[in-house]
Each structure stands twice: as C-alpha cells, then as structure tokens.
C-alpha cells in the first residue's frame, strides 16, 4: 500500500541554525506534497506545498525540495526560532486524486535548543 | 476572520451515548473532511463531503455519521457503536476536492469516560 515516512521521530536543533526535515513516499504516482506544522494541542497549520513538476519550492523562511527520483522530500527551515518548536508532516496526493485520498506521514517532532 | 471553527474543544462521552462534533467554515469551500488522529499515527479519513447533501466514508467510517445540510456546516455524530472512540478530531475544508491545499480546524479533543 502507499506509505508516507519520515526518517526521524525527534529532531533538536540549536536556535538560529537550520533545519532539514525528512520524507519518504511510496507512491511514484503521487504528484501533489504539503507540508504541515502542528503545535501541541492544535490544528495542523499549512506551510508549503510543491507539485511534482517542481523540485524546489522557496517561501517565508522555508524551502521544500523534491527529488522524485528517490522519492524524498524535505523541508528546510532557515534561522530556525522558538516558535518553530512543533510536530511536522508531509502529505501527499495522488495524480487525479482528491483531498480525500491524501496520505499523511505520522510527523517529525522539532525541538529548537536555546 | 475566515477560518474552520470547531466546538467543543473538549468532550467527554460516556459509554454507550452518542456525541456530536460541530465544524464550521467560512470560507466558501465546497469540500469538507473529518479525520481523526491518534499518538503516533498519521491522521486516518472517517468521512469526506465534497458538495451540500453529499458524503462519502473514508478509511474509518464504521461507528460515525455525518450530515451537510448546508455548505458551511459538517457535523460529526460519534456514535455509541464506535468502540474506540477517544482520539483527538479535526475537521478540514478545501476549495473542492480536486487538487487543492485542505485547511485544518483546532480539533476537538473527545475522551470516554
């Protein structure tokens, strides 16, 4: 079945450095990836998303890469701050699909160090 | 502010009652989704409505019910059939149901006691 991972549960960072986060997807046909931030007890929050005719996506401090060869995506997030202390995840969606069949990964937890 | 508005943020449901989870948008989108999610896992589908007076079940259905009677409301009835039924519930809303970003509610937190 589709599947989509991340490669680490936890990730600490120090405040002011960058952060890389990861995502495998199973699905070749898969052609549509958002990322999401979700602070405890809330909402996840929309971030980015990127389509598979793109490999690299800039916004508001953070940048989303894919590599469709391997089938990865990353979220880079610069000068990373205290409120970017959060689980995140990747979803993807099938080529023709809808937002019913979005496949979500179960989410990175981002610990920014002080 | 537009936005998805759910209520309660916190229910409690004792067994064997049935509970009903408000979501509202404002947004004028035509689509609208419940999920559930639970520690550790990625967020599961329980049913979707992509237009008024239209639903269909996702992945985990059995023990839930919805209506949409109007474009901004999508109601979720936690039913007394559903065994497991303590999880934290979001409700999501899109454009349509085609090719476009889903915006999440806060969630509602729902614990049997």
């Known amino acids: 079945g589709e599947s989509v991972g991340l490669h680490l549960p936890t990730l600490s960072v120090q405040e002011g450095d960058n952060s890389i986060i990861n995502c495998a997807y199973s699905?070749?046909?898969?052609?549509?990836f958002i990322w999401y931030k979700q602070e405890s007890g809330k909402g996840p929050q929309f971030i980015i998303d990127?389509?598979?005719?793109?490999d690299k996506r800039q916004g508001q401090r953070v940048t989303v890469l894919l590599n469709k060869t391997v089938k990865h995506l990353s979220l880079q997030i610069a000068a990373t701050q205290p409120g970017d202390s959060a689980v995140y995840f990747c979803?993807?969606?099938?080529?023709?699909?809808?937002?019913?069949?979005?496949?979500f990964g179960k989410g990175t937890h981002l610990i920014i160090q002080p | 502010d537009g936005g998805i508005t759910q209520s309660p943020k916190y229910l409690f449901r004792k067994e064997g009652q049935n509970v009903t989870l408000s979501c509202e948008q404002n947004?004028?989108?035509?689509?609208m989704y419940w999920y559930r999610q639970d520690p550790g896992q990625g967020l599961r589908l329980i049913y979707y409505?992509?237009?008024?007076?239209?639903?269909q079940k996702g992945d985990i259905a059995e023990g839930y019910s919805v209506s949409r009677e109007k474009k901004e409301s999508f109601p979720l009835t936690v039913t007394s059939a559903q065994k497991n039924p303590t999880a934290f519930y979001l409700c999501?809303?899109?454009?349509?149901?085609?090719?476009?970003?889903?915006?999440f509610g806060e969630g509602s937190w729902l614990t049997v006691v």
């Open positions: 999501a809303s899109s454009i349509r149901r085609t090719g476009n970003t889903i915006y």
């Open positions: 990127i389509r598979s005719n793109m």
């Open positions: 699905n070749s046909a898969s052609d549509y």
């Open positions: 947004l004028n989108h035509d689509a």
């Open positions: 409505s992509q237009i008024v007076n239209d639903f």
């Open positions: 979803a993807e969606q099938k080529r023709g699909g809808g937002a019913d069949g979005l496949t």
